[in-house]
């Protein structure tokens, strides 16, 4: 699958951004959000994989802060995900030239785009697939960040970070669990945004997810739209698109197939 690696400048700040499939005038963009610790490398194959699954062009890019992207230059405050939807996201798109997307976001990254979607009327988005969303904080989203720091004070987590995130692995990491383990941040709820989205939305979430309970998407069944879908995965924790990839990628193809964006007659392709 043919993929391209450039630069954006958005907002004062250099963010690393790669294309993988090919790109059609007349079809959606698949624009992956990465995860509080994420950035493009971590994704690992999986947007290969979905790029050569769907047929559709995908996006991915790491945040200011993450990856090979500008490092952070300010901490985070508690409304750091509100300012990455709303201000960062749409001048990203501008950037890279997106006119008609769906989102694909994984923890952080889909509360970012449930924001985005829900107080922007943006006639470019055309659907969210989202990964172990946020909607509210909750006492097994902050014991998974404890163990997390721990883990990284320990220095395990920190050297598989350094492959990531270079030199700046130490500013990422306290800026993003620095700010979940905040006080103030147990007030965080986006549950005001949910009434504006206008889109179908998948939502994906493991059954064992060591960041969140399945409260997250319930509550967000309960205030979608009407086209809304829930999956839930046996044996998977807060990755499902790397624990359980295929059955991943095969929600993903089939709620794009009902929403008309990937082609009824599509094959599959072949087994690596």
């Known amino acids: ?19 993988y499939g090919r790109r059609k005038a007349d079809q959606p963009v ?14 690992r194959d999986f947007p290969d994989r979905l790029a050569e699954k769907t047929g559709l062009a995908v996006f991915v890019y790491s945040r200011q802060g993450y990856g090979r992207s500008d490092p952070f230059e300010r901490p985070l405050e508690v409304g750091f995900m509100h300012r990455e939807g709303l201000e960062i996201l749409p001048g990203v798109l501008d950037e890279a030239g997106i006119d008609q997307a769906i989102l694909v976001g994984h923890s952080d990254g889909a509360s970012i785009a449930l924001i985005y979607s829900g107080e922007r009327s943006d006639r470019r988005i055309r659907g969210l697939v989202l990964l172990a969303p946020h909607l509210f904080v909750e006492e097994e989203t902050l014991e998974g960040i404890r163990q997390a720091k721990q883990a990284f004070d320990t220095g ?13 692995t130490e500013s990422t990491f306290r800026h993003w669990s620095g700010i979940w383990l905040d006080p103030r941040f147990t007030a965080w709820n986006i549950e005001s945004s949910l009434p504006g989205i206008n889109v179908p939305l998948l939502a994906i979430m493991g059954e064992d997810d060591q960041y969140g309970t399945l409260a997250q998407i319930h509550r967000l069944a309960e205030q979608s739209p009407q086209q809304s879908e829930l999956a839930v995965l046996k044996d998977c924790g807060h990755s499902p698109h790397l624990e359980q990839m295929e059955q991943t990628l095969d929600r993903i193809t089939d709620f794009l197939r009902l929403q008309g964006q990937v082609d009824q007659h599509r094959p599959d392709p072949e087994p690596a």
């Open 156 to 168: 395990q987590l920190a050297d598989r970070l350094q492959r990531y995130h270079g030199d700046h």
């Open 30 to 43: 698949l624009v992956l959000l990465h995860e509080g610790l994420g950035c493009i490398d971590m994704w």
């Open 1 to 19: 699958m043919s993929q391209s690696k450039n630069y954006l400048m958005v907002d004062g700040a250099r963010l690393e951004c790669r294309w």
